[in-house]
């Protein structure tokens, strides 16, 4: 079993920054990888970004490459989502996830088989 704990969401000015950040606390021994998702209204689920908890590798959506980082700090099993050059078309609620035996990074974020999630986290990009 996972579970987790999102902050960081908020209003923010097109151009500006947001650092998501998620607690993870696992009761489980199965490898797990993590990632964000968010969903906006009127649109499809997308992946956004993930990483592997056994050798860091990362996978972007296109719509955020170069523009989000993800990062992981194993000491405390927490994930962050740092969002620079925010634009309108970024506004969602994003959700921290993970995948039990994903194939990859990028399967996790593309086909979006998650296996767990946080509760969302708002972020809105307005000026």
């Known amino acids: 079993q996972l579970q987790f704990v999102e902050s960081g969401g908020g209003l923010v000015q097109p151009g500006g920054s947001l650092r998501l950040s998620c607690a993870v606390s696992a009761s489980t021994k199965d490898h797990y990888d993590l990632g964000w998702y968010r969903r906006a209204p009127g649109k499809e689920r997308e992946g956004v970004s993930c990483?592997?908890?056994?050798?860091?590798?990362?996978y972007y959506a296109e719509s955020v490459k170069g523009r989000f980082t993800i990062s992981r700090d194993a000491a405390t099993n927490t994930v962050y989502l740092q969002m620079d050059s925010l634009k309108p078309e970024d506004t969602a609620l994003y959700y921290c996830a993970a995948d039990l035996f994903p194939p990859s990074v990028r399967a996790m974020c593309v086909i979006g088989g998650y296996d767990y999630w946080g509760q969302g986290t708002q972020v809105t990009v307005s000026s």
């Open positions: 990483i592997s908890t056994k050798d860091g590798s990362t």
